[in-house]
């Protein structure tokens, strides 16, 4: 019988263990720390001058395509179909030159702000790491995106990140 007994009993207190050990949670809300830090407000700056550049150029493309439209408006009933054909032509061309400009500068601008700010997040991504194994947490999850839906006994590590940041 006592032998029935020593595995039952040495299940039972490797359970008790097992579930004995608690894991300290910790959560942030990564997107009001980055709100907050200088280097993203600096990024977006670069940003949109970036921006302001393309609109000017697309402005310009798109003053020329105006132009050349009114242009070809007017005169379309006096033009020869060679003329007039070559006309359409260049005002089609111009409008793929547009679009293809419009989708080239939006394609840069999502590879710019990409460029800026991964070096932004990993800095993040590693402070928080950092806070992380200073206060012994097991796992950190971020509210920012929605993830958490309910908390029980989680410690919000928010002001120990913007503090190890030097941000208010």
Same mark, same amino acid.
């Given at each position: 019988?006592?032998?029935?007994?020593?595995?039952?009993?040495?299940?039972?207190?490797?359970?008790?263990?097992?579930?004995?050990?608690?894991?300290?949670?910790?959560?942030?809300?990564?997107?009001?720390?980055?709100?907050?830090?200088?280097?993203?407000?600096?990024?977006?700056?670069?940003?949109?001058?970036?921006?302001?550049?393309?609109?000017?150029?697309?402005?310009?493309?798109?003053?020329?395509?105006?132009?050349?439209?009114?242009?070809?408006?007017?005169?379309?009933?006096?033009?020869?179909?060679?003329?007039? $054909?070559?006309? &359409?032509?260049?005002?089609?061309? !111009? /409008?793929?030159?547009?679009?293809?400009?419009? @989708?080239? #500068?939006? +394609?840069?601008?999502?590879? $710019?702000?990409? &460029?800026?700010?991964?070096?932004? !997040? /990993?800095?993040?991504?590693?402070?928080?790491? @950092?806070? #992380?194994? +200073?206060?012994?947490?097991?796992?950190?999850?971020?509210?920012?995106?929605?993830?958490?839906?309910?908390?029980?006994?989680?410690?919000?590590?928010? #002001?120990?990140?913007?503090?190890?940041?030097?941000?208010?």
């Amino acid at each position: 019988m006592t032998k029935r007994l020593i595995p039952f009993i040495v299940l039972l207190f490797a359970s008790n263990l097992i579930f004995s050990q608690t894991l300290k949670i910790g959560h942030i809300n990564s997107s009001k720390v980055l709100e907050l830090m200088p280097e993203v407000k600096t990024a977006k700056t670069q940003l949109e001058a970036v921006q302001k550049e393309y609109e000017a150029q697309l402005d310009v493309l798109i003053t020329e395509y105006r132009t050349k439209l009114e242009d070809y408006q007017a005169k379309s009933a006096t033009m020869t179909a060679i003329l007039k $054909k070559d006309k &359409e032509t260049e005002i089609v061309q !111009l /409008e793929n030159r547009i679009k293809a400009f419009q @989708e080239d #500068a939006a +394609e840069d601008m999502q590879t $710019k702000e990409m &460029e800026l700010m991964k070096p932004i !997040l /990993e800095k993040l991504q590693n402070v928080i790491t @950092e806070v #992380a194994k +200073e206060n012994k947490y097991d796992y950190i999850l971020d509210t920012a995106g929605g993830t958490v839906l309910y908390s029980k006994d989680g410690d919000d590590i928010t #002001a120990l990140v913007k503090k190890k940041l030097g941000i208010q």
